[in-house]
T-cell receptor
Framework: KAGVTQTPRYLIKTRGQQVTLSCSPI?????VSWYQQTPGQGLQFLFE???????NKGNFPGRFSGRQFSNSRSEMNVSTLELGDSALYLC????????????FGEGSRLTVL | SQQGEEDPQALSIQEGENATMNCSYK?????LQWYRQNSGRGLVHLIL?????REKHSGRLRVTLDTSKKSSSLLITASRAADTASYFC?????????????FGGGTRVLVKP
C-alpha cells in the first residue's frame, strides 16, 4: 500500500510569490492534516480536512489556505510568501480523523528567498 | 503555543544503553502519541496510549502516562545507532472535533556506536 505522497519535495520561491503544495493520502484515508515545521516554532498545526470540509484550523494568517478534493487528495496554498514561511510542510493522513495515529509524508521543503 | 513540552531537549547515549525522555502537557487529552523523525524526513508513529491507560509496551519501547501530573515518558531500551532521531510527543485534546494533534518541541537523541 502506497504511503502519503507529497509534491514537490523541494522548492525555492522569492518573497511575494505564491506556492501550492500537494498531498496524496493513503488510499482509503479521508482525513488530511497539514503541519508546518520550523527550527524556531517546531511542529505547528495548519489545518485538517475531512471529506472535503475543513474541520480544524490552526493559528496561521489567511495567506495559508487549503482544500481537499473528492478523492481525498489535498492541496495547501501560501500566498504573498514571506521569509518566515521557509519551512518543512508536512502532510498527514488518517482513517477517520479522530485523534488517532497519523501517517506522514516526507514533506515539502520550502525555501523563501 | 505547544501543548507538549519535552525534556531533555537533547540526549546522547552509547549503543546498548536506555534512553528516557519526558513530555508534559496542559489540557485534558484523549490520548498521547509518540513519533520519531529522522533528520529532515517525515514523522513515523511509534505508539499511542489512551487517557485511561497507564503503561504500554511496543518492542523496545515503553510508554507511561500519568494524567494526574499531565506527563508521559518514553523509554527506549537497548538503544541502537538506528534509534538516532528526534522524538516528539503529541496530544489529541479531549472532545476535540476532528484531527488536531499538538506536538511538543521534541527530544534529539544521538546513539553513539
Amino acid at each position: 500500500k502506497a504511503g502519503v505522497t507529497q509534491t514537490p519535495r523541494y522548492l525555492i520561491k522569492t518573497r511575494g510569490q505564491q506556492v501550492t503544495l500537494s498531498c496524496s493520502p493513503i488510499s482509503g484515508h479521508r482525513s488530511v492534516s497539514w503541519y508546518q515545521q520550523t527550527p524556531g516554532q517546531g511542529l505547528q498545526f495548519l489545518f485538517e480536512y475531512f471529506s472535503e470540509t475543513q474541520r480544524n484550523k490552526g493559528n496561521f494568517p489567511g495567506r495559508f489556505s487549503g482544500r481537499q478534493f473528492s478523492n481525498s487528495r489535498s492541496e495547501m496554498n501560501v500566498s504573498t510568501l514571506e521569509l518566515g514561511d521557509s519551512a518543512l510542510y508536512l502532510c498527514a493522513s488518517s482513517w477517520t480523523g479522530g485523534t488517532g495515529e497519523l501517517f506522514f509524508g516526507e514533506g515539502s521543503r520550502l525555501t523563501v528567498l | 503555543s505547544q501543548q507538549g513540552e519535552e525534556d531533555p531537549q537533547a540526549l546522547s547515549i552509547q549503543e546498548g544503553e536506555n534512553a528516557t525522555m519526558n513530555c508534559s502537557y496542559k489540557t485534558s487529552i484523549n490520548n498521547l502519541q509518540w513519533y520519531r523523525q529522522n533528520s529532515g524526513r517525515g514523522l513515523v508513529h511509534l505508539i499511542l496510549i489512551r487517557s485511561n491507560e497507564r503503561e504500554k509496551h511496543s518492542g523496545r519501547l515503553r510508554v507511561t502516562l500519568d494524567t494526574s501530573k499531565k506527563s508521559s515518558s518514553l523509554l527506549i531500551t537497548a538503544s541502537r545507532a538506528a534509534d538516532t532521531a528526534s522524538y516528539f510527543c503529541a496530544t489529541g485534546e479531549f472532545k476535540a472535533a476532528g484531527n488536531k494533534l499538538t506536538f511538543g518541541g521534541g527530544t534529539r537523541v544521538l546513539v553513539k556506536p
